[in-house]
């Protein structure tokens, strides 16, 4: 079992607007996204790259579905 815990920091109001919307298009929540790059920071598989090619796919087809995401980042729905 998961257990959950909150991280809270400062952002800029018009980047966490744009953020959520474009995690709307794609099927995603913010806080998805944001467990997605934690995760993917602490397996040190973060990089500008790899950031840089996830958001030419998803440009690209427009819309990844969070399954799939779940299953690149290895984690259980």
Do not use: C, W
Not at 1 to 30: C, E, P, S, V, W
């Amino acid at each position: 079992m998961y257990m959950n815990t909150k991280i809270i920091f400062n952002t800029d109001k018009h980047l966490k607007a744009a953020a959520q919307k474009k995690a709307r298009k794609q099927g995603l929540t913010l806080s998805a996204v944001l467990n997605l790059a934690t995760r993917a920071y602490v397996d040190n598989d973060m990089t500008v790259d790899i950031i840089a090619r996830d958001l030419a796919e998803a440009r690209a087809s427009k819309s990844i579905p969070a399954e799939e995401i779940y299953r690149k980042y290895g984690f259980k729905p």
